[in-house]
């Protein structure tokens, strides 16, 4: 009989808060090809590294299991392990209440809680994540991610591949959201993602395109009342853009894009059947866009 993907709770002794000890464990099924994670963060600060551990889900905290909400849910359909999990820190200010914090300028304690979310570099996942409130620090070096899709509140969230390491296979889909948060999203070129979807409310994101990419990508993003910054690579990379705007908002191109038609830009290095091109097609209503050179 083909073992299924097991969830095992560490046996947890009552010992210092700051002591970092092991939560949960996934292990790695052989009759499991892929992984389909739904993580959902509350609160608190998460981050999510890879290992080289074979275990589909490894996570490490501070707090012991008591100390915080959280609920778990594990299913195998077909070659699919489809682990849903959701954290949680206790007595935590409403989202109403953080945000009058921030607008009026209060002093609030950051907290200093965490969870430590360690992926296998061995098994493709589809990665669902949500944050609420609180930090993210997402490092998917050397993953094989097929789907990424990032949905922040009023978290600040930061995605990387800080080792250079790219996606290990082709990533359909590279989402994101925020509504009133902050996304920084570094090197995205390494994701070999076909679709980048990016979705700002009233928050901030920067997108960094800086690597040149190895095949062409296409962005499309729409920005409410909200800041979008563009990082371009160097000007060999061909570069076009589709802005619909209104005249509530504000539009900063760079120097090398070059209007070519109505509401159409592009640089010196693009052709109709310019190869590894980026293209954008972007909406925004009362935003800011900003394209900014390669450094």
């Not at 778990?72 to 954290?87: D, H, I, P, Q, R």
């Not at 925020?178 to 928050?203: E, H, P, W, Y």
Request: hydrophobic content about 35%.
């Amino acid at each position: 009989m083909v073992k299924a993907a097991v969830l095992i709770f560490s046996s947890l002794s009552l010992v210092s808060v700051a002591q970092v000890k092991k939560q949960f464990s996934v292990e790695n099924a052989g009759n499991c090809k892929r992984v389909d994670l739904c993580l959902k963060s509350k609160s608190g600060n998460c981050f999510i590294r890879p290992s080289q551990n074979s275990d589909f889900l490894n996570i490490y905290s501070n707090q012991d299991l008591e100390q915080y909400s959280h609920s778990f849910s594990n299913e195998v359909k077909g070659a699919t392990c489809m682990l849903k999990l959701s954290l949680e820190e206790q007595d935590q200010k409403g989202v109403g209440q953080k945000i009058s914090y921030q607008v009026f300028g209060r002093d609030e304690k950051r907290s200093d809680k965490f969870w430590k979310v360690y992926l296998t570099e061995e098994t493709p996942y589809a990665l669902n994540l949500d944050y609420g409130l609180g930090n993210a620090n997402i490092d998917l070096s050397g993953l094989a991610v097929e789907k990424l899709k990032i949905i922040t509140g009023n978290a600040d969230v930061n995605v990387s591949y800080s080792s250079g390491i790219e996606n290990k296979v082709t990533m359909d889909t590279f989402y994101i959201k925020v509504d009133m948060g902050t996304v920084n999203a570094k090197q995205i070129n390494l994701a070999r993602s076909k679709v980048v979807l990016a979705d700002v409310g009233f928050g901030n994101m920067y997108l960094d395109f800086s690597n040149k990419p190895t095949s062409s990508n296409h962005i499309i993003g729409s920005v409410g009342a909200g800041n979008l910054i563009i990082q371009l690579p160097d000007e060999s990379t061909p570069v076009l853009v589709h802005i619909n705007d209104s005249w509530l908002c504000s539009i900063n191109l760079s120097k090398s894009l070059k209007k070519i038609g109505d509401n159409k830009y592009a640089n010196a290095a693009y052709s109709k059947n310019a190869k590894g091109a980026l293209t954008f097609d972007l909406d925004v209503s009362m935003g800011k866009i900003v394209f900014k050179e390669a450094n």
